[in-house]
């Protein structure tokens, strides 16, 4: 599963796309994911549900519906997506071994 460029048709995660099954509680791991994988919040440019990384904030992360977006880049999407962005790993095995591997998969509250 690779992030998802804005605007494509392969079902790009939006800020009104629901979660795909399969994918129950992780939308829960989405803030400690971004801060492992992005460092610090931009405690200026962050809101209470929407975390902004980076000088200018190119990278929102929506605490409440799970998701995250670059918008320097273009891409978006899911923890999952967010895993393939930034780690590099686009099968789902391998990402949730790394989630496991750096102590957040139990984190994840099933549902």
Known sequence: MAARQAGSEDGVMSA???????????????????????????VSLSKDTVLRFGTHGSVAVDLDKGVWHNHEAGIGGGVLDLIAFKVGLTERS??????EKQGLRENIALS
């Open 16 to 42: 009104s796309t629901q979660i795909p099954p399969g994918s129950h509680g992780l939308t829960s791991l989405i803030g400690p994911l971004a801060r492992h994988l992005l460092g610090e919040p931009n």
């Open 94 to 99: 391998g990402q949730m071994a790394w989630l």
